[in-house]
C-alpha cells in the first residue's frame, strides 16, 4: 500500500484507527473522511500520514474523502493535546470540535426575480406584483411575495408560468460581515492606554504569551482588548479572533459593544444558536472568513485556521469548567490552544482566580493591572449589614438597613439589584408533620420550589414536578412548608414593600432565551425597572447606568460547605456584585447581609482589600500543597448497584500506583451519594506540582478493568466536590 492514514473517530477510543489511502485519493491531515467501523461507515478525521511500504497485516481502505472543510493540524493537535489532559479518550474532543457539522445547514433561500417580459394578460393583481418586486430591496420568496402584494399566490404562480417571473434558489446567507477596522475605537484614559501598550509591544502576532488584564469592575479592561483585537485583525488580514464568555446573559451585551466598535456582528456560538446556525459558524470559522468569534467555552474546539488572540473574559468565572461528558476547564486550554496555535491570550477579570495570579506574580503571566474606574465613577462603598444586630422581621429576608437604602434609592429615581445566589421561590420545601424533606426520585438533591410554574424543581437533574396537596411520605394534607429564600420570595416580599415600584426577576428560570435575556437588560438599562431581583445571570459583567445600589440578600451561602474554593468563589462573586453599582457618575453603595461579618471574606470585602485577602487565601493554600502550589484531580465511580460498586472502588483503591509526592484519598461518599438512581463514590488525589498527574492517573486506570454496570470518571483540577 501507498500510504497508511491513522484516523481519529469521534468515538470512546483508546487511539487514532489505521486504514489504508486508496490509489488516487491524495489525503492530507486534517481531511475529513468515511472508514468502515464494523458494519457501518463513520465520519473520522486524518491525524497523520505515513509510507505504508514494509507494512505487514492487511488494512481496511479509507472509503472516501467528505465535502467538508479540513480540520487544521493546529486544531487536530489541540485535540489530542486536550484528551491527554484530561486523561480521556482522543474521541471525546473530536466529537465537539466536528459537533458543528452534526447540525443540518439551514435551508436555502427561494428569490423571486423578474425577467423583463411582459405578462400576456395584464391585470391589477399582476401589475401590483411587479411593482411590489420592483420595490423590494431584497427579492422575496413567491409566497412572500404574494403577501407583500396583497394577492392571492395563484396570481404569482401565472407570473412564473409565463415567464415573466422566474424563481431562483441561493444557499441561505450566513449574515456574517467582515470587521471594519477603519472605525475609530473608544478614548482610553491612561491606564488603559498603559495596558494597550504592554499588549502591543509583548509580541508579534503569530507569538505565544499569556497577559492576566486585572482590572477593577468598570475599570474599561473591554475597551482595551477590543483594541487590542483590532490590531491583531488589522496585522494580518487571516487572522481570527476568539472572546470567550462565561454566561449567555453575557454574550448579548458583549456581541452588542463588539458590533459598535467593528460595525459588525461577531459570529455566536453557544447552545443557544439554533443548529442550521451552528453550522454555518463552524463551516465559516473554517473557512477563515469569521473573524472575530464571541461564545461559550465550547467555541475553543471550532476549526480555527489562524487564530492569533484568544480574550478569556470573566476568566475566574466557574462556569468555564465543563462538569459533564469530556470533562475541561476551557481557560486551562485556551491557553493550551493559544501555545499550539501561536497566539496571544488576554485573561480578563476584576477578581481573577488564584492560579492566575500565582501565574501572574511568577511572571509566568504579564500581568496588567487598572486600578480605578474610567471616566467621573469610582468604587462603591460597601457595607456589611449584621443580620444578628438588624434581623429581619419574621418571614421576610430584607434587613431594616437594606429597605431603608433601597426606598431611598427608589426616592431620588435610582435603581436598586437585590442579588440572592439562588433560584425559585424556595430552596427547601419539608413537610411540618413529619419532617421529610423533598427530593427528587433517586438523588440526593432537594426540590426547589417554583411558584411561578406551580411546580418542585431538581436543578441538578431537571426533574420537575406539581407541588403535592399531600405530604408523600406521612399524607398529612397542606403540610408541605417552603423553607428560606429564593429570587420569586425575595421578589414577592419587594412588591409588598413597594406596590408602586417597577420589579423585575434575573434568573436563568425566568429568561428563557436570548430574546427575553435581551429585552430584560435592555429594559434595566433604559431605567424601565426600579428593582431587579437576580441571581449570578446579572451578577457579572453588565453595565446599568442608573442602577446605584446593590443588595445582597443571603452573603453565607457560599461558604457553607466543605468546597476547597469556597472563600474564593464568595469573595469574587460578591465583589463582582457589588461592582454593577455605581458605574456612572452618581455614587453607588453596597449593602451586604450577613450573619457572620467577622468571616475573612466580608471583612476584606467592606475593607475593599482584595490583597489582603488573596495574601491570606494563598499562605492557606501553599501550607496544604494545594492549588495553585499543589495539583488536584478527582475520580468519581458511580453505579447502580451499591454492593457492587463498594467492590469495584476498594478494587480501585487496591490499585493506586505508588509514587512520591502523591497522596490520595478515599473511597468515600460523594456529598450528592445518589443521582438519577446511581450510587457515587469520590477518590481525591493531592500532588505536588513536580508531579505527572496524568501519567499517575493513566497509570492507575490502566490497571483496572471496569465494568460495564459502573461509571468512572477523572476530573483534572476539580471546581466542584459535590
Request: with cysteine.
Amino acid at each position: 500500500m501507498a500510504r497508511i492514514a491513522a484516523v481519529l473517530l469521534p468515538l470512546p477510543l483508546p487511539e487514532a484507527f489505521d486504514y489504508a489511502e486508496p490509489d488516487g485519493m491524495d489525503l492530507a491531515v486534517g481531511d475529513q473522511v468515511a472508514v468502515p467501523l464494523g458494519p457501518r461507515l463513520v465520519r473520522g478525521v486524518v491525524a497523520s500520514l505515513r509510507d505504508g511500504a514494509g507494512h505487514n497485516r492487511p488494512l481496511k481502505p479509507i472509503t472516501e474523502r467528505l465535502d467538508a472543510p479540513p480540520l487544521p493540524e493546529t486544531a487536530i493537535a489541540f485535540v489530542q493535546w486536550a484528551a491527554r489532559y484530561a486523561v480521556e479518550s482522543p474521541g471525546y474532543p473530536l466529537a465537539m470540535a466536528l459537533r458543528g457539522l452534526r447540525s443540518p445547514p439551514p435551508l436555502p433561500i427561494r428569490r423571486t426575480l423578474a425577467t423583463g417580459a411582459v405578462p400576456t394578460r395584464p391585470t391589477a393583481a399582476r401589475s401590483k406584483v411587479l411593482e411590489t418586486l420592483a420595490a423590494c430591496e431584497i427579492p422575496l420568496a413567491p409566497a412572500d411575495l404574494a403577501r407583500a402584494a396583497g394577492v392571492s399566490s395563484g396570481v404569482v404562480k401565472g407570473l412564473i408560468d409565463e415567464g415573466v417571473l422566474v424563481v431562483e434558489t441561493v444557499p441561505a446567507p450566513d449574515g456574517l460581515v467582515p470587521p471594519d477596522l477603519s472605525r475609530e475605537g473608544a478614548k482610553l484614559n491612561i491606564g488603559q492606554l498603559a495596558a494597550l501598550d504592554a499588549l502591543n509591544v509583548q509580541g508579534p502576532p503569530g507569538v505565544f504569551a499569556v497577559s492576566l488584564l486585572d482590572g477593577v469592575t468598570g475599570s474599561g479592561k473591554t475597551e482595551v482588548y477590543m483594541e487590542r483585537a483590532a490590531a491583531v485583525l488589522a496585522a494580518d488580514p487571516m487572522a481570527q479572533v476568539l472572546v470567550l464568555l462565561p454566561e449567555i446573559a453575557l454574550t448579548q451585551a458583549a456581541l452588542d459593544r463588539i458590533e459598535s466598535r467593528f460595525g459588525a456582528r461577531p459570529a455566536e456560538w453557544h447552545s443557544a444558536v439554533p443548529p442550521p446556525k451552528r453550522r454555518q459558524v463552524w463551516e465559516a470559522v473554517a473557512e477563515g472568513r469569521a473573524r472575530i468569534v464571541a461564545g461559550a467555552r465550547s467555541a475553543l474546539f471550532l476549526p480555527f485556521q489562524k487564530l492569533l488572540l484568544i480574550v478569556v473574559d470573566e476568566e475566574h468565572d466557574a462556569s468555564y469548567k465543563q462538569e459533564e461528558g469530556f470533562i475541561y476547564h476551557a481557560r486551562d486550554l485556551a491557553v493550551a490552544r493559544a501555545k499550539l496555535t501561536g497566539a496571544q491570550v488576554v485573561l480578563a477579570s476584576a477578581t481573577p482566580s488564584l492560579e492566575s495570579l500565582w501565574n501572574a506574580q511568577n511572571e509566568r503571566y504579564q500581568w496588567l493591572r487598572l486600578n480605578a474606574r474610567h471616566g467621573a465613577a469610582r468604587l462603591p462603598d460597601i457595607e456589611l449589614v449584621d443580620l444578628r444586630e438588624h434581623p429581619p422581621a419574621s418571614g421576610t429576608w430584607l434587613s431594616p438597613p437594606l429597605v431603608t437604602a433601597m426606598a431611598e434609592t427608589y426616592g431620588r429615581g435610582e435603581q436598586t439589584l437585590l442579588f440572592l445566589n439562588r433560584r425559585g421561590y424556595a430552596p427547601l420545601v419539608l413537610c411540618k408533620a413529619c419532617g421529610e424533606r423533598m427530593k427528587a426520585p433517586d438523588t440526593d438533591s432537594w426540590l426547589v420550589e417554583h411558584r411561578y410554574t406551580g411546580r418542585l424543581v431538581c436543578h441538578l437533574t431537571g426533574f420537575s414536578m406539581p407541588r403535592p396537596t399531600h405530604c408523600p411520605h406521612c399524607g398529612a394534607k397542606d403540610s408541605l412548608v417552603s423553607i428560606g429564600p429564593g429570587v420569586e420570595r425575595v421578589e414577592e416580599e419587594v412588591r409588598t414593600l413597594f406596590p408602586n415600584a417597577r420589579v423585575a426577576v434575573f434568573s436563568s428560570d425566568t429568561m428563557m432565551d436570548t430574546a427575553a435575556t435581551r429585552g430584560l437588560i435592555a429594559a434595566m438599562t433604559d431605567g424601565e425597572i426600579d428593582i431587579l431581583v437576580a441571581t449570578q445571570a446579572a451578577a457579572k459583567g453588565h453595565d446599568f447606568p442608573n442602577l446605584t445600589l446593590v443588595g445582597v440578600v443571603d452573603a453565607d451561602l457560599g461558604l457553607r460547605g466543605g468546597d476547597l474554593r469556597a472563600a474564593e468563589r464568595t469573595f469574587q462573586l460578591l465583589a463582582q456584585a457589588s461592582g454593577r453599582a455605581g458605574r456612572r457618575e452618581a455614587a453607588g453603595k453596597a449593602l451586604i447581609q450577613s450573619w457572620a461579618p467577622d468571616h475573612a471574606v466580608m471583612q476584606a470585602l467592606a475593607a475593599q482589600d482584595r490583597d489582603a485577602f488573596v495574601a491570606t487565601e494563598m499562605a492557606m493554600r501553599e501550607a496544604s500543597g494545594l492549588p495553585p502550589y499543589g495539583r488536584l484531580a478527582a475520580l468519581i465511580i458511580s453505579g447502580e448497584d451499591p454492593v457492587g460498586l463498594e467492590a469495584f472502588v476498594q478494587t480501585l483503591a487496591a490499585a493506586a500506583p505508588n509514587a512520591e509526592n502523591v497522596e490520595v484519598y478515599g473511597p468515600a461518599d460523594a456529598p450528592l451519594s445518589l443521582v438519577r438512581g446511581r450510587r457515587r463514590k469520590r477518590f481525591l488525589v493531592r500532588a505536588d506540582r513536580t508531579v505527572d498527574l496524568q501519567g499517575f492517573l493513566a497509570a492507575w486506570r490502566a490497571r483496572v478493568k471496569v465494568p460495564g454496570s459502573i461509571r468512572l470518571a477523572i476530573d483534572v483540577d476539580p471546581h466542584s466536590f459535590l
